[in-house]
């Protein structure tokens, strides 16, 4: 598959993203599907208060719509399973996000579906993707990067596939704390598996997804930099996090999406240190969790916040990158 292909990829969904914003954005606004802030968050983000949410809905139509577009220019036969399967995964979880979204606005609240409602949810779409794979045949063993190490793990990768989707969705979510955050450090991370689909595979259809998603992301973070006009919401967050999870799981490279996806692990390690330290203790080892919110009541800028996370999701990005081709 030609470099060109890639480019136009990322470009038609970019042009998808904006032109399609300033559309969504004001007939959010006229719904007054505002964005609820928590009360016990950073004083600062009150201000945010009002911002349309579920912007999400653009960057999921963007992906889709780019993704057959170009799948179908590259390919000779028809559209195959893998990305339908993504297609899957991305509207599933970003349904779920969708309804969470919706209870919060519609019923102005900050908690929309429960916990243990999302996460039937979430266990069953990912219950679903599983079987989907085992229908096909897909190879249920993992390997350790840069080593000869190969594990067939049978039935048990039925939970680690359902582990993944459910751990990256909540993790991508987690992130989605401020401007621009989660729209940088996610296109920098499926920028990367994009990469590695399209090197060390070929996997086209994965790759055309990807790089869709980059450029999707890029025309959404034109509206969602600080200061935010647009909040994806649970609508994009979790639709992203298995998107990334169901490509790192295609390509086999369900450990690299650890080193990959580095930012999404250490917002959620904050998240798991906090709760059980402030638990056994009493004491809280952060300022706030997740991790970005506590810079911000350092005295850090939210920009500072912000471009300090997409620094090191690339530095991750790179050494994923690294890891996969050059050690293997």
């Known amino acids: 598959m030609d470099i060109y292909v890639l480019i136009i990829t990322i470009a038609i969904a970019f042009l998808i993203t904006v032109l399609l914003s300033p559309i969504l954005i004001p007939f959010l606004r006229r719904l007054k599907f505002g964005q609820s802030i928590r009360e016990e968050g950073p004083k600062s983000h009150f201000k945010k208060a009002g911002t349309p949410t ?3 809905l653009m960057i999921v139509f963007s992906i889709i719509i780019t993704s057959i577009i170009m799948v179908k220019k590259v390919s000779v036969g028809p559209i195959g399973y893998e990305l339908w399967l993504l297609i899957f995964a991305l509207v599933g979880y970003g349904f779920l996000g969708f309804l969470d979204d919706y209870i919060k606005v519609a019923f102005k609240r900050n908690l929309g579906l429960t916990s243990k409602q999302k996460m039937l949810g979430q266990i069953m779409i990912g219950l679903i993707f599983y079987f989907i794979l085992r229908y096909v045949g897909f190879d249920t063993s993992i390997q350790i990067p840069g080593t000869d190490i190969k594990w067939e793990l049978g039935w048990f990768y039925a939970v ?7 751990g990256a969705s909540n993790a991508v979510n987690l992130t989605d704390g401020l401007d621009g955050l989660l729209a940088g450090t996610a296109a920098i991370a499926f920028g990367a598996f994009g990469i590695l689909a399209w090197m060390s595979m070929p996997q086209s259809e994965v790759t055309i997804f990807a790089l869709a998603t980059v450029g999707a992301l890029l025309g959404f ?3 969602n930099a600080h200061p ?5 919401g649970d609508t994009g967050s979790l639709a992203l996090g298995a998107a990334i999870a169901g490509i790192a799981i295609l390509t086999k490279l369900e450990v690299i999406l650890i080193i ?3 930012v ?3 917002e959620t390690l904050s998240v798991i240190i906090q709760v059980i330290s402030f638990k056994t203790t009493g004491r809280r080892v952060f300022k706030m969790s997740p991790l970005h919110h506590h810079y911000e009541l350092l005295g850090w800028s939210e920009w500072r916040v912000v471009t300090t996370f997409w620094t090191i999701g690339l530095i991750f990005a790179i050494l994923g990158i690294y890891i996969e081709v050059w050690l293997n």
């Open 54 to 56: 579920m912007g999400g």
């Open 160 to 166: 680690l596939v359902v582990f993944m989707l459910v």
């Open 221 to 223: 973070l034109v509206f």
């Open 228 to 232: 935010a006009k647009v909040f994806m």
């Open 260 to 262: 990959i996806g580095g």
């Open 264 to 266: 999404f692990v250490i």
